[in-house]
């Protein structure tokens, strides 16, 4: 059976001020955020649903949204036969006493239910706007009209140590979800929603011991079902408040799903799933020519090396690097400037807007663009557009956890930060 996706609408969700991936957010919509060299963490969900044949697409948000609106602008163009859009729903207010800021995901989603009257629209397709994964949402589709449900939500399986960090399903034998615990703290808790793996593996998916399915926070709902719970609940989110409640009055059918997945939530998931990707064998692949991520189109100059040394590294287009430089499980933005001697280690380096020619007259007191010579970046992120000097040594020896609120060098997670625009002078040692 084909599944075809022609009557079906996706809503990404943006989400709210992200507040966990702080200081990376402080003048971005979190969707915005560059992921892996040369992505942006909106490309994932767009991918995913162009890949699976569904190309009208609504992005909610409403915090700092002008990046995100250029970069859906300048990448995502249909032909005038598709009938395809890629576009931003910002918050806004109108005459309408309704519509006023989201106030959680399913609140998002109601203050746009204008935008969703269109009578060929039948199914909703509910994404985040921050997880990396892949999936074609055909499969998924087809597990919703097949089991004649009202709505679809997709699960993994976890153990029950992860299990205290998600929200967590229980399931009948037919797939149906009869309940759920968000984020199960006590093995009271767990005993109430726990699985049997042996179910899960009769299902085509390994278990391998795990004995919980997650929520994904992807959903397919009936849109005459979805409007109607909109409109009769006072919920403003759907994790916490909407699909629980659906769970008594509607029928809501699990999809099973055990590829890569990754919420991206907070600075330490953002630090690791990059760095995942720079291996030899990473967790998700890139290089998928049947499923390709997309991205802007960009017309930059190949990088160029010197005397370097690279060990399970991404190293994107229009880069600079100098001699002597050596550069281990990193990721190495768009037109990143790396100048003589330079060391980096367990990084990611986001890279620059735009490409600073060398002749280039700079004010007073402010440093080239890029990496100086002699420096050595450990086990940080260094936001767009830095100008780190000449010998400067960010390597957080000290073992800070969280430091920083307004200066260009913050620590969060372990993690040293060093914001967009963000100059440390040379010989600076932390």
Same mark, same amino acid.
């Given at each position: ?5 022609? %009557? ?39 991918? %995913? ?32 036969? /598709?009938?395809?859009?890629?576009? =931003?729903?910002? +918050? ?6 309704? &519509?006023?800021?989201? @106030? ?26 921050? @997880? =990396? ?90 849109? /005459? ?27 809501? @059918? ?7 997945? *990754? ?9 690791? +799933? ?11 692949? =890139? ?41 281990? %499980?990193?990721?190495?933005? =768009?037109? &990143? ?26 004010? +007073? ?6 990496? !100086? ?16 000097? *000449? ?9 800070? *956890? ?13 993690? /040293? ?9 040379? !010989?600076?040692? /932390?």
């Amino acid at each position: 059976m084909v599944m075809d996706l022609k %009557n079906t609408i996706a809503l990404i969700l943006g989400g709210g001020r992200g507040t966990r991936l702080f200081p990376l957010t402080k003048i971005r919509a979190k969707p915005a955020v560059p992921l892996a060299a040369k992505y942006r963490l909106i490309d994932i969900p767009i991918s %995913n649903c162009i890949n699976s044949g569904l190309n009208r697409v609504y992005v909610l948000t409403q915090f700092l949204s002008e990046s995100l609106h250029r970069h859906l602008r300048q990448t995502y163009h249909f032909d005038h036969f /598709s009938g395809g859009f890629v576009e =931003l729903l910002a +918050a806004q207010q109108t005459v309408d006493e309704s &519509t006023d800021w989201y @106030q959680g995901t399913a609140d998002a989603v109601r203050k746009n239910l204008v935008h969703l009257e269109e009578d060929w629209i039948e199914h909703v397709l509910i994404l985040s706007g921050d @997880q =990396l994964y892949r999936m074609d949402f055909r499969d998924m589709l087809r597990t919703h009209i097949e089991s004649g449900a009202d709505a679809t939500i997709a699960g993994i399986p976890v153990s029950r140590d992860d299990a205290s960090s998600l929200g967590i399903m229980q399931v009948n034998d037919t797939g149906r979800v009869t309940g759920f615990v968000e984020k199960p703290q006590t093995e009271e808790e767990l005993a109430t929603v726990r699985m049997d793996p042996a179910w899960i593996d009769a299902r085509g998916v390994e278990s391998h011991g795990r004995d919980c399915l997650a929520s994904m926070g992807l959903y397919i709902f009936n849109k /005459s079902v979805m409007v109607d719970l909109l409109n009769k609940s006072p919920h403003e989110d759907f994790g916490k408040g909407i699909f629980p409640q659906s769970l008594q009055s509607h029928k809501v @059918q699990v999809h099973l799903f055990d590829g890569y997945w *990754e919420d991206i939530g907070t600075i330490r998931a953002f630090y690791e +799933a990059n760095l995942s990707l720079a291996g030899k064998a990473p967790p998700f692949e =890139l290089r998928d020519p049947k499923a390709p991520i997309y991205s802007r189109p960009r017309f930059l100059p190949p990088t160029i090396m010197g005397n370097t040394h690279i060990e399970s590294s991404l190293i994107a287009d229009g880069c600079r690097i100098g001699d002597n430089v050596t550069i281990k %499980n990193s990721v190495i933005g =768009l037109r &990143t400037v790396i100048g003589d001697n330079v060391t980096i280690k367990d990084s990611v380096v986001m890279g620059a807007d735009d490409i600073e020619c060398e002749r280039t007259e700079l004010p +007073a007191g402010v440093l080239p663009m890029g990496i !100086g010579s002699g420096s050595v970046i450990e086990g940080t992120i260094l936001d767009k557009n830095c100008r780190i000097g *000449e010998n400067v040594k960010i390597t957080n020896q000290a073992g800070v *956890e969280n430091q920083g609120e307004d200066e260009p060098l913050q620590i969060r997670d372990g993690i /040293s930060i060093v914001i967009k625009e963000g100059q440390i002078e040379s !010989g600076h040692q /932390s």
